[in-house]
């Protein structure tokens, strides 16, 4: 054992499992920490502890560094889901996709660990299972995008020294590619919905003649699924005298730890298929920023654009709730 300032030594234990080396000195705090390195047949060495334990008299000296308490990744997570999107003002679909990944994958994975013993080769373990799981690796990077941030914070804090996150390689996500359709395609689509709304009677007329409306406004206007789900009348402005826009400061999500407004399904489709729009969803409020609008152009341009024609522009707005879908028949 050598001794160093304030009592900081490098510590030789001679254990069952071989050689090991620790440390032991106090911290910006004055309390006593003692940190176990590794083993010799790891390559540890007094040379190396010695080098070690000055780095952290240095990082004591020059950042104040402190012990790190022992803190449970579920414990420390779930305070960040109280507290954290909450205070950046996220919307309630965020926050409620952020409880979704906590409950389902990273607290099952992560809970019962400390975090300071969340290193490289654990996440990495945690990737390689869920591509054997069969989860696409934009599923998967979202998880790790939550990690990190949650690991930032306890870095900030002073409760591990490193975020291995930002040291494991991410699953490399496939380009997408769009299908977008000309204008003359978008006419045949629409003339085949009128075709089948034609052919039906009763309630299934009506679905169709609302998956023609959906259709025809998702084209128009170029709203997000879930704006147009949440889109109602009071968010249609016709009048505008900047010309007919749709704003668009909510949307509709579907998710088992959110809180749900009831949706009655339709009496010609009462499925619960996963996604379906007639299924138990909330409306949120848009971002802080305000929700998107979507500017209807003319129809020349439309015809000059070649390819969907929208605008869009942020628009302050917020979810009252209460009014009715704006579900009208579009011409």
Request: hydrophobic share 35%; glycine share 10%; net charge positive.
């Amino acid at each position: 054992m050598s001794s160093g300032t304030d009592g900081a030594c490098v510590i030789r234990y001679d254990g069952k499992r071989g050689v090991v080396w620790r440390l032991k000195y106090r911290d910006a705090g004055g309390r006593q920490v003692q940190e176990t390195l590794g083993r010799a047949a790891d390559g540890w060495s007094k040379r190396k502890a010695e080098q070690e334990l000055q780095a952290r008299l240095t990082d004591v000296q020059r950042d104040g560094l402190r012990r790190v308490d022992p803190t449970l990744f579920e414990t420390f997570a779930r305070e960040w889901d109280a507290t954290y999107p909450v205070a950046k003002g996220l919307k309630r679909s965020t926050r409620a996709g952020y409880t979704m990944i906590f409950e389902r994958h990273l607290i099952p994975a992560f809970g019962p660990v400390k975090l300071e013993k969340i290193d490289a080769a654990l996440v990495e373990r945690y990737v390689t299972g869920k591509r054997l799981a069969g989860f696409a690796p934009r599923t998967i990077n979202r998880h790790l995008n939550l990690l990190h941030k949650v690991l930032s914070l306890a870095l900030r804090r002073q409760l591990i020294r490193v975020n291995p996150v930002g040291l494991v390689d991410r699953p490399r996500e496939p380009r997408r590619r769009w299908t977008i359709l000309a204008p003359a395609e978008v006419v045949r689509v629409e003339r085949g919905f009128a075709e089948l709304v034609e052919a039906a009677e009763g309630p299934e007329r009506a679905w169709r003649e609302q998956a023609r409306v959906v259709f025809v406004t998702v084209m128009g206007t170029g709203v997000r699924r879930g704006e147009l789900l949440g889109l109602r009348w009071r968010n249609v402005h016709l009048a505008d005298p900047e010309g007919a826009a749709t704003r668009c400061p909510s949307a509709i999500v579907r998710s088992p730890f959110s809180d749900f407004s009831a949706c009655p399904a339709s009496p010609a489709r009462p499925s619960r298929r996963r996604g379906d729009s007639r299924s138990c969803s909330s409306t949120v409020p848009g971002r802080r920023s305000g929700g998107r609008r979507a500017r209807v152009l003319p129809s020349a341009d439309r015809r000059r654009s070649g390819r969907q024609a929208v605008r869009t522009d942020a628009a302050p707005g917020s979810c009252e709730g209460g009014d009715r879908p704006a579900d009208a028949t579009i011409p």
